[in-house]
């Protein structure tokens, strides 16, 4: 998946989780200042913890960000937590 793909559905955002199992940070990075080709996957060899400073980081789009998904009738499929 590119930031291309990830940002048409509303999402502009990387969840990045420490796989250090002391550790387990995670944190949301943005990442608008990146072009559109770059894939999401290349992210994890970038980044580190900022907490334990490991290079074992898991790094997916940030999915809460999403538009909410809606059915024929416009209506929200997955209720909202609110």
Known sequence: M???????????GLAV????HSCRHHTVV????????VE????GR???CSKCGGKRV?????WKE???VQD???RPVMPSED
């Open 2 to 12: 590119t930031l291309a793909n990830m940002r048409e559905q509303g999402v502009r």
């Open 17 to 20: 989780y420490c796989l250090n």
């Open 30 to 37: 943005n990442v608008d200042r990146y072009p559109h080709e």
């Open 40 to 43: 999401v996957p290349s992210f």
């Open 46 to 48: 970038r980044l580190k």
């Open 58 to 62: 898991d790094v997916r789009p940030n």
């Open 66 to 68: 999403a538009s909410p």
């Open 72 to 74: 024929w009738r416009g």
